[in-house]
């Protein structure tokens, strides 16, 4: 079955300190993994993917399909970092298709 | 300026009656999704619409009902059938680039 696991809910940091937010997957197939966030009061948007290898915001993500994970890093935390963040797979073939989210993380980064 | 406009923000329902929550999006984004996010539980998708005229249902598409008339527009109704329907509504439209959400509607039951 296909699933995206983040096993914690919250995830608590002080500022300048290195986070990483677990994203364990299971897929069958070859896998496109995304990291979404969710500021106060603002909409779900997108962070990064995988497939552009890109650095937003300071946070990278790499896709490990030997341990199955998408682990989203940053080297030092921001106040302006504290959000949710969810990890989704997007199943099926095709360059849309439906996406599968995790439970969500809550980063709180403390002064 | 494109996007997806979800409304109304907040809709009170009373027990036993349906509303309907309307999503449009001026992307022109054949895919669009209705999910559920509740807290502890990330999102849980309940219907999908790839193309104008289709559209399958997700995990938890039970007490809903959709329609996709047009490409723009993908409303979802929340039918008495719902048990447990006070909750946060997001809808989305897909890319190649991912999904675009809108803002949400919160539904509560009174």
């Known amino acids: 079955a296909q699933r995206v696991t983040q096993p914690e809910k919250l995830l608590s940091v002080f500022k300048g300190a290195p986070v990483e937010l677990k994203c364990n997957y299971s897929?069958?197939?070859?896998?496109?993994l995304f990291w979404y966030v969710q500021y106060s009061r603002q909409r779900l948007q997108l962070l990064l993917r995988?497939?552009s290898r890109e650095s937003i915001k300071g946070f990278t993500a790499d896709l490990n399909k030997g341990e199955t994970s998408f682990h989203l890093k940053k080297p030092f935390a921001q106040e302006e970092d504290s959000a949710m963040y969810y990890c989704?797979?997007?199943?099926?073939?095709?360059?849309?298709?439906?996406?599968?989210f995790g439970q969500g993380t809550t980063l709180q980064v403390k002064p | 300026d494109g996007g997806i406009t979800q409304s109304p923000k907040y809709l009170f329902r009373k027990e036993g009656q349906n509303v309907t929550l309307s999503c449009e999006q001026n992307?022109?984004?054949?895919?669009m999704y209705w999910y559920r996010q509740d807290p502890g539980q990330g999102l849980r998708l309940i219907y999908y619409?790839?193309?104008?005229?289709?559209?399958q249902k997700g995990d938890i598409a039970e007490g809903y009902s959709v329609s996709r008339e047009k490409k723009e527009s993908f409303p979802l109704t929340v039918t008495s059938a719902q048990k447990n329907p006070t909750a946060f509504y997001l809808c989305?439209?897909?890319?190649?680039?991912?999904?675009?959400f809108g803002s949400g509607t919160r539904l509560t039951v009174v």
């Open positions: 619409s790839q193309i104008v005229n289709d559209f």
């Open positions: 989305a439209s897909d890319s190649y680039y991912g999904y675009t």
């Open positions: 897929y069958s197939g070859s896998p496109e």
């Open positions: 989704a797979l997007r199943s099926g073939s095709s360059n849309t298709g439906k996406l599968i």
């Open positions: 992307l022109n984004h054949d895919a």
């Open positions: 995988h497939i």
